[in-house]
């Protein structure tokens, strides 16, 4: 059963560098089948598609946090993680990282993680 | 960047009740287009995939049509369990969703 799991601080200051850490389980993300992301969903608002990648592919980043957004991948924990530099309050939002099957949408998700910019 | 448009933002609607949901590209997208469901504290949860393809597990209420930048999902008949969000999202050039349907009680 494939499952994914989002955890880091609930709380970032201001202008400081928010940052999360998604483990998944029953599938490895160096698996050429699947490809990975985050998106995030400000309180009561929409969904926003933040960033996504194939293992051994780059990363692809929504171009409105492109300057500030990074993913990178622990392989040898089965997890990727998100870094977001210099936080805003328009920055708190629910993060989700999910697992998207290659050339199909967004398939499994995590349970997501509330983050708040707050001083 | 592709701009995904739903509409209406919000529907009423009662058990029962054939709803469709509107969701328009800015540009075409061909049949790369998804739609989910999503529940207040969750996950979005995946219905259709590929414009119209069922997501294994889901009800066959659910469906899913459209090509290029005009798509629509259909609900049968509306089930107590539907009462939720509904989001479009495109996958042919990077990733966007649109801005979500709120389906509820009428």
């Known amino acids: 059963q494939v499952q994914l799991q989002e955890s880091g601080p609930g709380l970032v200051t201001p202008s400081e560098t928010l940052s999360l850490t998604c483990t998944v389980s029953?599938?490895?993300?160096?698996?050429?089948?699947?490809?990975w992301g985050w998106i995030r969903q400000p309180p009561g608002k929409g969904l926003d598609w933040t960033g996504s990648?194939?293992?051994?592919?780059?990363?692809y980043y929504n171009p409105s946090l492109k300057s500030r957004v990074t993913i990178s991948v622990d392989t040898s924990k089965n997890q990727f993680s998100l870094k977001l530099t210099s936080v805003t309050a328009a920055d708190t939002a629910f993060y989700f990282c999910?697992?998207?099957?290659?050339?199909?949408?967004?398939?499994?998700w995590g349970q997501g993680t509330m983050v708040t910019v707050s001083s | 960047d592709i701009q995904m448009t739903q509409s209406p933002s919000t529907l009423s609607a009662s058990v029962g009740d054939r709803v469709t949901i509107t969701c328009r590209a800015s540009?075409?997208?061909?049949?790369?287009l998804a739609w989910y469901q999503q529940k207040p504290g969750k996950a979005p949860k995946l219905l259709i995939y590929k414009a119209s393809s069922l997501e294994s597990g889901v009800p066959s209420r659910f469906s899913g049509s459209g090509s290029g930048t005009e798509f629509t999902l259909t609900i049968s008949s509306l089930q107590p369990d539907d009462f939720a969000t509904y989001y479009c999202?495109?996958?042919?050039?990077?990733?966007?969703f649109g801005q979500g349907t709120k389906v509820e009680i009428k």
């Open positions: 999910a697992r998207g099957r290659r050339g199909d949408p967004f398939d499994i």
């Open positions: 540009q075409s997208i061909s049949s790369w």
């Open positions: 999202q495109q996958y042919n050039s990077y990733w966007a």
């Open positions: 990648f194939y293992y051994n592919g780059s990363p």
């Open positions: 029953g599938v490895s993300i160096t698996s050429s089948s699947y490809y």
